[in-house]
Structure formats: structure tokens, C-alpha cells
T-cell receptor, first 118, second 117 residues
Framework: AQSVAQPEDQVNVAEGNPLTVKCTYS??????LFWYVQYPNRGLQFLLK??????LVKGSYGFEAEFNKSQTSFHLKKPSALVSDSALYFC????????????????FGTGTRLTIIP | GAVVSQHPSWVICKSGTSVKIECRSL??????MFWYRQFPKQSLMLMAT?????????EQGVEKDKFLINHASLTLSTLTVTSAHPEDSSFYIC?????????????FGPGTRLTVL
């Protein structure tokens, strides 16, 4: 079974400071990893993904994440936080193996609420 | 590209009534769509996988007769909450799977807020 852990329910960062939102995962095969952001009463917005290749992935709005296979981590980072980055962030994982039916399931973490303090 | 819409964005209904939520892939065809449920301040929980032209696959603990899923076309899946009760109040999010040359990916709709009085 696959799983995702986001150890911090809440992260507070001063505006302009670097931010990190942590994510660790467990999957039987090779992982596909995703970060999504959710604003109040809205659906998920895609930020970035790791499929293969370079371990450092750059995404939308200046966010990036580093895939670390040995530590099974995929932490989300941004060099300089903006107040508008305040939202709920979800990490998700799925196995890269494609089944006959292709009904790969995404498993989400419990989410981390990021608050940027002006 | 890869836009997924949901309708309605919010709905309020009386207890005992049924509510239908639509999920559409606007610019691609999706043989598979997924339905998630999100309780306040919680993560997304997969309810079921909707396959075009066949029966949906429900996750353990999800009542098939309560949450009816129909995937009649390659761009539309519907979730009907039958005989809704206040405990069904939640945020329902769908996603549609898009195949690329090397892998497939889910694209998410904006969600539907259901409130059952």
C-alpha cells in the first residue's frame, strides 16, 4: 500500500523568508509525486510533479521540490514567500507501474496549512 | 489544456432528496474519472473510480447505492447522492485522467460544496 506523510499541519513563515513544506512517501515501486495547492472552497491546483529525470523539479508560482529517493522525501520549497502563498498544500503519490486497467490511484497526504505572515 | 469542470459549484438540499453532480473534461477525452470527498480540514479521500461504459469501482466503505456513478460518455461522469442526509455534507472533487505518450495524469475539477439541511 502506498502512503504519504505531511508531518506538519501548520507552517508559519514571515513574508520574504524561504519556506519548506515537508512530504515523505511510501510506495512499492518507483513513485510519481505531486504537489497541489488548495484555496478555500476551491478545487486542487497543480503546482509541480516528479515523474523521472532531474531530482529538482520547478513548478508554478516559483515553487520547487526535490525528490530524494534515499530519504523518500519530496519537500516543497520556495526561496521567498508571498502572502498570497497562504493556502492548504497537499502532497500526493502514486506508483509508476501502469496496470492493465490504468486505474492508478493517487494517495494524498493530510495537507499542510501554510500561513505567510506579512 | 486539460481542463475539468464541475457543476454545480455548490448546492443546498433538503434531507432525503437526491443531488446530481457533473464532472466534465472540457478539452480531452477521459475514459477514467475519479471522485473524491473532502471533509473540512481533512484530506481528499477517493470514493470511486468511474470508467466509461462500465460500472464504477468503489473504495472500501463507500456505499454503492448511496453514491451512484454514471460515466456515459468520454467527457462526462456524474455522481448522484441519493437520499442525502446531513452527514453527506462535504466537498466533492472529481478528476479526469489524461493519457500522454509516457504516462497518465489526473486533472482536478474545482469541486462541489454539498450542504444537506
Amino acid at each position: 500500500a502506498q502512503s504519504v506523510a505531511q508531518p506538519e499541519d501548520q507552517v508559519n513563515v514571515a513574508e520574504g523568508n524561504p519556506l519548506t513544506v515537508k512530504c515523505t512517501y511510501s510506495v512499492s515501486g518507483n513513485p510519481y509525486l505531486f504537489w497541489y495547492v488548495q484555496y478555500p472552497n476551491r478545487g486542487l491546483q497543480f503546482l509541480l510533479k516528479y515523474i523521472t529525470g532531474d531530482n529538482l523539479v520547478k513548478g508554478s508560482y516559483g515553487f520547487e521540490a526535490e525528490f530524494n529517493k534515499s530519504q523518500t522525501s519530496f519537500h516543497l520549497k520556495k526561496p521567498s514567500a508571498l502572502v498570497s502563498d497562504s493556502a492548504l498544500y497537499f502532497c500526493a503519490v502514486r506508483d509508476s507501474f501502469i496496470s492493465n486497467f490504468g486505474n492508478e490511484k493517487l494517495t494524498f497526504g493530510t495537507g499542510t496549512r501554510l500561513t505567510i505572515i506579512p | 489544456g486539460a481542463v475539468v469542470s464541475q457543476h454545480p459549484s455548490w448546492v443546498i438540499c433538503k434531507s432525503g432528496t437526491s443531488v446530481k453532480i457533473e464532472c466534465r473534461s472540457l478539452d480531452f477525452q477521459a475514459t477514467t474519472m475519479f471522485w473524491y470527498r473532502q471533509f473540512p480540514k481533512q484530506s481528499l479521500m477517493l470514493m470511486a473510480t468511474s470508467n466509461e461504459g462500465s460500472k464504477a469501482t468503489y473504495e472500501q466503505g463507500v456505499e454503492k447505492d448511496k453514491f451512484l456513478i454514471n460515466h456515459a460518455s468520454l467527457t462526462l461522469s456524474t455522481l448522484t447522492v441519493t437520499s442525502a442526509h446531513p452527514e453527506d455534507s462535504s466537498f466533492y472533487i472529481c478528476s479526469a485522467r489524461l493519457w500522454t505518450l509516457s504516462y497518465n495524469e489526473q486533472f482536478f475539477g474545482p469541486g462541489t460544496r454539498l450542504t444537506v439541511l
